[in-house]
């Protein structure tokens, strides 16, 4: 009884274990193709537009709202200490150094992230990734780092725009509807807000940009059988992509700031 | 005669269920095998090993006299520019047109100028009846359509190995022939070395010279198309029977067995 229970602990650890080494080799192999030519520039170009403009409307949407939500609540907070005058500064720094990236990084997983993941599953059952194999090609380089690179480029970018429009946003909130002084809004927000905080966000969405290209695309290589292999595969990446997000944001805020 | 091919007791079992049970067998240069056999048998999977899409449990698998199990990534992409492979279903891009699925190799392999790349697709595309089609993507085509694409695609690059898995299967019968007399014809020009998986029962005796019986994963016969018609093995003798009766009858199968 005790025995088997320990088996079958042991069989978990020892398998999650070998998923982990699985991944962390697939990733180690990403990387060596980026970092080797041939690099697909056109097909980087068209992962860029799927991952990054296409993403675009979502992110102004919730840049948007989010920034306006925080304007509120750390209006009614800020304005219990009389210190009102810093909602320019609280917006942008909790956008800036955390939201910003956080949030744009699950949106993108959900949008472009499980797309990923779907399409390279479908390519697997399909046998379109054995098709280039045996062309002698890499599937990797024409299905993989491309996704990586245009990840790793768009992400930065959309996390700009989601902490630019999230701003104006509480600056919306802040001075349309609660009153504030629109300069002392932007003032206090030019003056509290360091370089440290943004370089640090835009470093938060590159690593993001990895981890949601490296988890979809694994998921994706790996899928099992049929429809509801992928489908699984699907569900998985959006999971963990967005659970190791968070996990690794705890990381970085704990190093970086 | 030199062996191009040659299959070393080949092992191979999915989930402890044994597929392929002690398979050897060996394919001369410039010889074209027939691989026939009852639908799931093994006859896919050993296609796979040939091409060291899968490796063995047990056993070995000699191309041009390397061993595909020990050849690294970089080797085995090299030794597979020789190969052609038309997958059972397909397997064409279906991101990418017609003309793009076709050119894909001669853009990536062999990196030629667009220029010869539109004329070398068009040819191809001309041999298997194709013309015209060249905007479409996969989904827009039909399925007998889309087996002629990956046809055209594997033999774009004149390859000196090729592996078809049942490139016939699905087609209306006009059709069916004119594509193997497609494939002798290239297998003619070309000398390649080539198997193939085909249910189309006696036909493709008339463009191969060797025939392989896949049975309950080992290999049952082979021999020439001649000494396969004289054969007394009932296993042969009901193949023959049964699938001559489902070629004629124009046997449909819709995947469901793939
Ligand atoms: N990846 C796999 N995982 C588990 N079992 C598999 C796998 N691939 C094939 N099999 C099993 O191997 C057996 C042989 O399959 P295979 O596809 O080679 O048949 P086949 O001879 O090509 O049949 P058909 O004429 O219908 O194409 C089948 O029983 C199948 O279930
Ligand atoms: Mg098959």
């Not at chain 2, 068009?122 to 827009?140: C, D, R, W």
Request: with cysteine; aromatic share 8%; glycine share 12%.
């Amino acid at each position: 009884m005790l025995l088997d229970a320990l088996q079958k602990v042991g069989h978990i650890v020892l398998h999650s274990l070998s998923a982990v080494g699985r991944m962390g080799l697939f990733l180690l192999q990403i990387v060596v193709c980026a970092l080797t030519p041939p690099w697909k520039g056109r097909l980087v170009l068209n992962r860029i537009v799927f991952i990054g403009t296409q993403s675009v409307l979502v992110i102004a949407l919730t840049g948007g709202f989010t920034g306006m939500v925080l304007a509120l609540q750390g209006y009614h907070a800020l304005s219990r200490f009389g210190s009102d005058a810093f909602l320019g500064p609280l917006v942008a720094m909790s956008l800036v150094r955390e939201l910003g990236p956080v949030v744009a990084a699950l949106m993108v997983t959900g949008r472009a992230g499980s797309a990923i993941t779907a399409e390279i599953g479908i390519m697997r059952i399909s046998e379109q990734l054995d098709a280039m194999e045996l062309m002698g090609l890499n599937p990797f380089r024409y299905v993989v780092v491309p996704n990586l690179l245009a990840a790793m480029i768009a992400m930065p970018l959309l996390t700009a725009m989601f902490d630019v429009i999230g701003i104006w946003g509480g600056y919306l909130i802040g001075v349309r509807t609660l009153g504030m002084s629109g300069g002392t809004y932007l003032a206090e927000v030019a003056q509290y807000l360091e370089w440290s905080d943004i370089s640090g966000g835009i470093w938060k969405s590159l690593t993001f940009g990895v981890i949601i290209c490296w988890v979809s695309c694994y998921k994706g290589w790996h899928a099992g059988f049929g429809a509801e292999g992928v489908s699984r595969a699907t569900t998985q990446a959006v999971v963990l992509a967005s659970v190791l997000i968070l996990v690794w944001d705890y990381f970085m805020t704990s190093v970086l700031f | 005669m030199d062996a191009m091919i040659r299959v070393v007791d080949v092992h191979k079992a999915f989930d402890e269920v044994p597929v392929l049970d002690g398979v050897s067998f060996s394919i001369p240069k410039g010889h074209f095998a027939a691989l026939i056999g009852r639908s799931g048998h093994g006859k896919s999977v050993l296609l796979r090993h040939l091409a060291g899409l899968v490796r063995p449990d047990r056993g070995q698998v000699f191309v041009d006299g390397e061993d595909l199990a020990h050849l690294g990534g970089h080797a085995l992409r090299r030794l597979r520019r020789r190969f052609g492979f038309v997958f059972q279903g397909g397997a064409l891009f279906d991101s990418m047109t017609v003309l793009d699925n076709v050119a894909f190799p001669l853009r990536e392999c062999l990196r030629l100028p667009e220029r010869s790349v539109r004329e070398r697709v068009a040819t191809a595309l001309a041999q298997v009846g194709l013309s015209g089609s060249e905007a479409k993507l996969p989904a827009q085509i039909s399925g007998g359509m889309g087996k002629r694409v990956a046809l055209a695609r594997a033999l774009v690059l004149e390859p000196e190995i090729l592996f078809f898995d049942e490139p016939t299967t699905g087609l209306d019968p006009i059709t069916a022939q004119s594509i193997l007399d497609l494939i002798a014809r290239c297998q003619r020009d070309l000398g390649f070395t080539g198997v193939m998986v085909s249910h189309q029962i006696p036909r493709v005796f008339d463009i191969t010279q060797q025939v392989l019986v896949l049975h309950r994963g080992q290999v049952r016969f082979d021999g020439t198309p001649e000494q396969l018609r004289v054969s007394t093995d009932e296993v042969i003798l009901g193949l023959l029977g049964a699938e001559d009766a489902a070629g004629s009858n124009g046997r449909s199968r819709n995947g469901l067995e793939t």
